[in-house]
C-alpha cells in the first residue's frame, strides 16, 4: 500500500513537472504562432490586392482590415477599407460540401459586388469524381457581379465534377447572400 501511495505521489509531481513544463512552452510559443498565422492571413490577403501594393508594401500599409468571425459555411470575414480612397472590398473563408469533403475556399468582393478573385484552399476529391481544385481556375468573366456568378456558374464554372461544383457554388451562394450585409449595396 505504501509503496503504491509513494509511485501515485512520483506520479503526481512528474505530471505537475511536465504540465508547468508545457504551460511555460505554451506561454513562450503561443505569441510567435499567433503571428505566423496572422502573417499567412495577410499573405493570402495580399495576392487578392496584388494590383493595389507595390513591391514592398504589405496589406496592412494600404488597407485597415478587420477579422470578423463567421457562421456557418462562412468562416471568417475579412473587411478592408482602402486607407486612401476609402473603397470597401471582403474577402469570406468559406466552406461547403464537395465530395466527400469540403471544398474551402477564399473569395473577395468589391463593393461594387463584383467578384474580385477567389481561391481554393483545401478540398478532397477524387479524379473525375470530385477534382481536386487547388489551383484550378473557373473561367469567370471579369468584373462579374457576385450574384450573376452564382446565376451563371453552371455556364461558366467549369468545373465538370458536378459534385464538386455543386460544393464550389454553395462557396459562391453562401458569399453572395452574405455580401450586401457587409458591404451594402444591392
Not at 82 to 88: A, L
Not at 179 to 184: A, E, R, W, Y
Amino acid at each position: 500500500m505504501k509503496k503504491a501511495l509513494s509511485s501515485a505521489v512520483v506520479l503526481l509531481v512528474l505530471g505537475i513537472i511536465c504540465g508547468a513544463v508545457l504551460a511555460l512552452v505554451n506561454t513562450i510559443t503561443s505569441p510567435v504562432i499567433a503571428q505566423y498565422e496572422l502573417d499567412k492571413k495577410m499573405e493570402a490577403l495580399e495576392g487578392f490586392f496584388a494590383d493595389e501594393l507595390t513591391s514592398n508594401q504589405k496589406i496592412a500599409d494600404v488597407f485597415d482590415v478587420e477579422e470578423i468571425e463567421g457562421t456557418g459555411g462562412i468562416k471568417t470575414i475579412y473587411l478592408l477599407e482602402h486607407k486612401t480612397e476609402q473603397t470597401k472590398s471582403a474577402v469570406y473563408s468559406v466552406s461547403a460540401l464537395g465530395w466527400k469533403t469540403n471544398v474551402d475556399m477564399m473569395i473577395a468582393v468589391d463593393e461594387d459586388m463584383t467578384l474580385r478573385g477567389y481561391a481554393f484552399v483545401t478540398n478532397g476529391g477524387t479524379e473525375a469524381i470530385g477534382l481536386t481544385m487547388i489551383g484550378a481556375t473557373l473561367n469567370l468573366a471579369d468584373n462579374i457581379s457576385i450574384q450573376d456568378t452564382v446565376q451563371d456558374y453552371d455556364s461558366v464554372g467549369g468545373v465538370s465534377a458536378p459534385v464538386t461544383g455543386s460544393g464550389v457554388k454553395a462557396c459562391f451562394q453562401l458569399v453572395a447572400l452574405r455580401v450586401s450585409q457587409d458591404l451594402g449595396g444591392e
